[in-house]
């Protein structure tokens, strides 16, 4: 059974496993996804991954739950791509008319919205080998944020039947997959010292509350 950390090459994996395999011996106390049949245990998350996260998930839920637009998981929540491919998104948005999709264990087909807070350790992955398997599933739209800054963060929609970079338009990025919701991307990265927005500042800035 092939089990690693993020920085273990992949020069020294000796065998693979079945998504079936995955969902029995994952960690229950960590986050871990199967790429290429081989499953990957994530390190710890930092506290700006751990803030931005908590964030981002009360926002979207709320705004979702509010005008009954789908559901919001995360983060340990099984995304189903295929036989060797298993993701666990840090946020995903499933629209409504598509939750026969979940399931109590895993989702069983692309989300509509796939959030990854990006770290040192799985970077490499969310914008390789995931963000392509993402791409092939149907995902409607891709954020790639790195928690540090905008430098590294990538935003991706679906686009003429493939996922295409998109730059935000006078610093919002505008939902292709949640109607609606209108993402100032000002509120991610407070100024030095900041801290991130209410939730409750920004539902109500959405005119949701």
């Known amino acids: 059974m092939a089990m690693l950390n993020p920085t273990v090459t992949r020069a020294e994996i000796v ?24 499953m990957i245990v994530a ?17 979207l839920r709320s705004f ?3 005008l009954k637009l789908g559901r919001v998981l995360g983060s340990r929540y099984a995304v189903y791509i ?37 770290s040192a350790g799985t970077a490499r992955f969310d914008r390789g080998v995931k963000r392509e398997n993402y791409d092939r599933a149907g995902v409607r739209e891709l954020w ?6 905008p430098a590294g963060t990538q935003f991706y929609q679906r686009r003429e039947g493939r996922l295409v970079e998109i730059a935000p338009v ?8 949640i109607p609606g919701f209108k993402l100032n ?24 509350i």
């Open 82 to 118: 295929s036989e060797t491919e298993t993701y666990e998104p840090d946020i995903l948005f499933v629209a409504a008319d598509r939750a026969h999709l979940i399931t109590e264990k895993k989702l069983t087909g692309a989300p509509d919205l796939v959030i990854e807070i990006l």
């Open 15 to 38: 065998e693979r496993m079945t998504h079936d395999e995955f969902m029995e011996f994952a960690p229950e106390d960590r986050k871990a996804e199967l790429i290429e049949g081989v």
């Open 144 to 149: 790639l944020i790195d928690p540090y800054g």
């Open 170 to 177: 006078d610093g919002i990025i505008n939902s292709v997959a």
């Open 43 to 59: 390190s710890p998350a930092f506290e700006p991954h751990e803030d931005l996260f908590g964030f981002l998930f009360a926002v």
């Open 185 to 208: 991307i000002a509120w991610l990265w407070p100024k030095e010292g900041g801290e991130l927005p209410s939730p409750i500042a920004v539902l109500k800035e959405l005119g949701v």
């Open 64 to 66: 979702t739950s509010q």
